[in-house]
């Protein structure tokens, strides 16, 4: 059974920086891509950032390029995302996924991602 599971979310003013832990377990983690999405209140689940199963290869939504970074330790099993330069907007509950085997490594589409975490809250003040 794939278990994902989120860390690191809290309360941050603007201009002020998070990082966020994945922790998988389950399913081979270092031969997979991985993914991060957020859900801001009253909006659609979003994605923010992917990566392939090496590390080799990252893509970010326009609206997180240059501010956060997806990076992967496949000794850890973990994905994180280092959130800079957070702005209000980026206030969401965020949610690492790990996508089908089949599935394009980069991905936006939600149905292409399988397993899911529960998510953590990341709140930024203004």
């Known amino acids: 059974q794939v278990q994902l599971v989120e860390s690191g979310g809290g309360l941050v003013q603007a201009g002020g920086s998070l990082r966020l832990s994945c922790a998988a377990s389950?399913?081979?983690?270092?031969?997979?891509?991985m993914g991060w999405f957020r859900q801001a209140p009253g909006k659609e689940r979003e994605f923010v950032a992917a990566?392939?199963?090496?590390?080799?290869?990252?893509s970010y939504a326009d609206s997180v390029q240059g501010r956060f970074t997806i990076s992967r330790d496949n000794v850890k099993n973990t994905v994180y995302l280092q959130m800079n330069s957070l702005k209000p907007e980026d206030t969401a509950v965020y949610y690492c996924?790990?996508?089908?085997?089949?599935?394009?490594?980069?991905?936006?589409?939600?149905?292409?991602?399988?397993?899911w975490g529960r998510g953590t809250q990341v709140t930024v003040s203004s």
């Open positions: 996924a790990q996508p089908s085997p089949g599935a394009f490594w980069a991905s936006r589409t939600q149905t292409s991602y399988t397993d």
């Open positions: 389950g399913r081979p983690f270092s031969t997979s891509a």
């Open positions: 990566i392939s199963w090496s590390g080799g290869l990252t």
